[in-house]
């Protein structure tokens, strides 16, 4: 590890002026206008010593011992947070895309076995080493593109010996990569056509998921083609129980009272949201729970992109990730996400620069820990190609960021 300094950059800090500037122990989603103040130092360095940071300031550092990066007025920025991603999978889905190109539609080839369904089968074969080895190449790939935390799901599984395998799988791969990784139980993505009692016995099993994993968040997939209302209430009761996160996938496709039922039992976040009403949307902004959108499911499936614009007005907290998945999205740059929140759902940059770091990291409950360049946080920094952050979300399909430093240590580095 050892030392290393970033100078002469243009410094996003993440650090709210609302908050004094200092963020280290500030926690909490920043909702509405908040989400446009980002802290920008317009020449300054952040200085890391043993995987911490250690100064972030304007100009230059009273001395520099170390390595050295030059970002020659780039910007620099805390790493970004996907925090909604199924990256731990087997199989491929190649024949599905071209069934959705031929016509189909998503869920109606999920209600014929495939979809979500077919990655199960999938799943359920491969071992728990083949699964966090493959797991382990795309995480590294992330972190290539600048993603320092990433939330990673189960839910490919849906019985109780599988859901655990992945489990064990994540955990495994987590220890192996450069990012900080968070575990989320997708236990209620699906019901299997040979287990319709699936949603009620994965509720039940929920205080011996806790004790085996202990923080791991619980979440379900709340529409027509999925699990009703009452069967993530069911699964959410019990969760509460235990303490465990609370998230839900939710108004993707139909709006079945997923986000109102998610608000009373006090999750999290809800996910998705491109099919949510104006209530729901009221409802969110008068919430503490964070909408999460996934503009990238919409690209490659089609229809219309959640209205991001409207809940950041009405004062919600709203976060951007990747949703990174072998079906409905085929991608692991939430670069792209970021774009098409501000192309399609309406963000500013500052506003989406927020939904991929500090409300991300909300997310996760890892906002104390990251997502900001803040003295005694984890050294977790990009510096981009470009000297002004607009173009981070104004291009797309690249290019990666210049520097990727993670946990004080530079992981990848381009001249
Ligand atoms: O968040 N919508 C449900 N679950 C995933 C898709 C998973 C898949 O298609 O394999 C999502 O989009």
Request: aromatic letters at 4%; a negative charge.
């Amino acid at each position: 590890m050892g030392m290393l300094s970033i100078i002469n950059a243009r410094v996003i800090t993440m650090n709210a002026s609302a908050h004094g500037g200092n963020t280290a122990t500030q926690n909490g989603a920043r909702h509405g206008a908040a989400m446009s103040d980002i802290g920008v130092i317009e020449n300054g360095h952040v200085c890391m010593r043993d995987g911490v940071i250690t100064s972030v300031a304007p100009g230059r550092p009273a001395s520099l011992i170390g390595e050295v990066i030059d970002a020659g007025g780039r910007v620099c920025m805390p790493a970004l947070i996907d925090c909604h991603t199924h990256l731990c999978f087997a199989g491929d889905r190649w024949s599905e895309w071209e069934q959705l190109r031929a016509g189909e539609s998503y869920e109606s080839i999920l209600a014929a076995g495939g979809g979500i369904m077919s990655t199960v089968r999938a799943t359920r074969q491969a071992t728990p080493e083949v699964l966090a080895h493959e797991l382990g190449d795309r995480l590294r790939a992330l972190a290539q593109l600048g993603v320092g935390s990433v939330e990673v799901k189960s839910g490919y599984g849906l019985d109780w010996q599988s859901e655990i395998k992945m489990l064990g799988a994540i955990d495994a791969a987590a220890k192996n990569t450069p990012q900080l990784v968070m575990a989320t139980c997708l236990g209620g993505h699906a019901i299997p056509a040979d287990n319709p009692a699936w949603p009620e016995q994965f509720a039940a099993n929920l205080a011996d998921l806790a004790r085996q994993f202990p923080g791991v968040a619980v979440d379900a997939f709340c529409e027509r083609s999925a699990l009703s209302v009452q069967q993530c209430r069911d699964i959410f009761t019990q969760a509460k129980k235990f303490n465990m996160p609370r998230r839900l996938h939710t108004d993707q496709f139909n709006s079945i009272g997923g986000v109102a039922m998610a608000i009373e039992c006090g999750a999290t976040t809800v996910d998705h949201l491109d099919a949510a009403d104006e209530n729901s949307i009221t409802a969110l902004a008068k919430s503490k729970t964070i909408a999460v959108l996934l503009p990238c499911s919409v690209y490659a499936l089609g229809g219309s992109y959640a209205r991001g614009r409207s809940m950041i007005d009405q004062g919600a907290a709203v976060a951007v990730a990747s949703n990174s998945n072998p079906g409905s999205a085929p991608t692991i740059d939430m670069r792209f996400a970021m774009h098409l929140a501000v192309r399609h759902c309406g963000l500013s940059t500052n506003e989406a620069l927020t939904a991929a770091t500090w409300n991300a990291a909300c997310a996760l409950g890892i906002e104390t820990k990251v997502a900001s360049l803040h003295v005694g946080k984890r050294a977790d920094a990009i510096v981009l190609e470009e000297r002004d952050e607009r173009a981070l979300t104004h291009g797309f399909a690249g290019p990666p960021p210049r520097h990727v430093v993670l946990a004080g240590n530079l992981i990848s580095y381009r001249h």
